[in-house]
């Protein structure tokens, strides 16, 4: 069984940052392209960025391009989201999660284990 524990979250005002760190365990972690979705009040989850099993290749939401930066140290079974530039668009609860290959999709029917989450909330 995968256990995800995604950290990081908080309040912060707009154009701060915040770095969300996702630990990993259960499956061999280098083996699963990683993702990154969020989701608001009221609003379904939404992909926000994915990374592939060795960090190559990276994917992200338009409304996040040039912002967030995902990584991963397979070493350590971890997965990053660095925010910069936050806006109050950005409040939501983010979740990780492995998906079902190695590369990255930003299919959430492709991932299969997801996380408690971590709340982040942007003030203006």
């Known amino acids: 069984q995968v256990q995800l524990l995604e950290s990081g979250g908080g309040l912060v005002q707009a154009g701060g940052s915040l770095r969300l760190s996702c630990a990993a365990s259960?499956?061999?972690?280098?083996?699963?392209?990683m993702g990154w979705f969020r989701q608001a009040p009221g609003k379904e989850r939404e992909f926000v960025s994915a990374?592939?099993?060795?960090?190559?290749?990276?994917s992200y939401a338009d409304f996040v391009k040039g912002r967030f930066t995902i990584s991963r140290s397979n070493a350590k079974n971890t997965v990053y989201l660095q925010m910069n530039s936050l806006e109050t668009g950005d409040t939501a609860v983010y979740y990780c999660?492995?998906?079902?290959?190695?590369?990255?999709?930003?299919?959430?029917?492709?991932?299969?284990?997801w996380g408690q989450g971590t709340q982040v909330t942007v003030s203006s």
């Open positions: 990374i592939s099993w060795s960090g190559a290749r990276t």
């Open positions: 259960g499956r061999i972690f280098s083996n699963y392209g």
């Open positions: 999660a492995p998906n079902r290959g190695m590369d990255i999709t930003s299919s959430s029917a492709e991932y299969d284990y």
